[in-house]
Nanobody, 120 residues
């Protein structure tokens, strides 16, 4: 079993930065693909970024502004978000799974989410 807990969300002005953290616990955490998704009110959950042992992937909306990283010793995955825009406002979810994919349904474990609000 794997448990994920997100933190680091908050309210920031456009152009600001936030770093989200996802603390993972459970067995074989280091072998999972870790990913970030987000969901705005009235919209479907969408892919943001994923991290495996050898590859990273970003949604077009995140490229050049967001950076995903992992601290394997701490079982923590991060999402550094720079130059935030109002359209980045959403609940951000950490996910873990077995496949390097951008489809939410293919991830097995999910955190409760952390709210990110970007004001203009």
């Amino acid at each position: 079993q794997v448990q994920l807990v997100e933190s680091g969300g908050g309210l920031v002005q456009a152009g600001g930065s936030l770093r989200l953290s996802c603390a993972a616990s459970g067995r074989i955490v280091s072998s999972y693909i870790m990913a970030w998704f987000r969901q705005a009110p009235g919209k479907e959950r969408e892919f943001v970024s994923a991290f495996s042992w050898s590859d990273t992937s970003y949604a077009d909306s995140a490229k050049g502004r967001f950076t995903i990283s992992r601290d394997f010793a701490k079982n923590t995955v991060y999402l550094q978000m720079n130059n935030l825009k109002p359209e980045d406002t959403a609940v951000y979810y950490c996910a873990a799974g077995f496949d390097f994919t951008h489809y939410a349904r293919q991830y097995t474990y999910w955190g409760q989410g952390t709210q990110v609000t970007v004001s203009s």
